[in-house]
């Protein structure tokens, strides 16, 4: 079955520092990926996501992500964070077995220090 | 008009007991979803129903019994409550079919005392 990695556990950054948070699914072939973002004490809120074409995704809020299938990553990036991007930043595939149902990582925490 | 809504968002309860989570999306979707996020905020689908039928069981203990009157509703009921069954359950319900975004509700914290 599928399976995703988020290395970055937890992140600290300043106030206008790019930002790129890394993730890597298991197995190739057609992929949906997704980044999702979780506020403090909230629902996860779809930031982006891809499913086929232009593999340099943009999504909400000033993020994009890359998918480069030679290296099975969608790493998310923004060139300038703000204080209000801290939040629990979730990437997630989904299985393309019958169910098609959506594998999340780990999560990581990014913390914007004003 | 929120699309997916959870009742209640807080519920806290004592061991033993029985409780059942609300979920209702006006989305016009036709799959639901359970997932439970623990306290390391990892996300672990439980359930899921198409239009009515249970299409994901993942090992989850039997204590826990999904129920979907029409495809709107997915309600969680579980039984005999554990220490362990602490957690933020999130329903979902998905967009597309061919690029399976789903949406979130809001979140039911339950914590067993």
């Known amino acids: 079955a599928q399976s995703v990695s988020q290395h970055n556990h937890h992140v600290i950054l300043s106030e206008a520092a790019s930002l790129e948070l890394g993730c890597n699914y298991s197995y190739g072939g057609t992929v949906n990926l997704f980044w999702y973002v979780q506020y403090p004490g909230q629902h996860l809120q779809l930031l982006l996501k891809?499913?086929?074409?232009?593999?340099l995704v943009k999504g909400i809020k000033g993020f994009e992500a890359e998918f480069i299938k030679s290296k099975f990553s969608f790493n998310l990036r923004k060139p300038s964070v703000q204080w209000s991007d801290t939040a629990e930043y979730f990437c997630?595939?989904?299985?393309?077995?019958?169910?098609?149902?959506?594998?999340f990582g780990t999560g990581t925490l990014l913390a914007v220090q004003p | 008009d929120t699309a997916v809504s959870q009742t209640p968002k807080y519920l806290v309860t004592q061991m033993g007991n029985d409780k059942s989570i609300k979920c209702e999306q006006n989305l016009g979707h036709d799959t639901m979803y359970w997932y439970k996020q623990d306290s390391k905020k990892f996300l672990k689908i439980m359930f899921s129903?198409?239009?009515?039928?249970?299409?994901i069981n993942e090992t989850v203990p039997n204590r826990f019994s999904p129920k979907s009157p029409d495809k709107a509703h997915l309600n969680l009921h579980i039984n005999s409550l554990e220490l362990g069954d602490s957690a933020v359950y999130f329903c979902?319900?998905?967009?597309?079919?061919?690029?399976?975004?789903?949406?979130f509700g809001e979140g039911s914290r339950l914590t067993v005392l």
């Open positions: 979902a319900s998905r967009g597309e079919l061919a690029t399976g975004e789903l949406f």
């Open positions: 997630a595939v989904k299985d393309g077995g019958a169910t098609n149902k959506l594998i």
């Open positions: 891809y499913f086929s074409g232009d593999p």
């Open positions: 129903y198409n239009n009515k039928e249970l299409i």
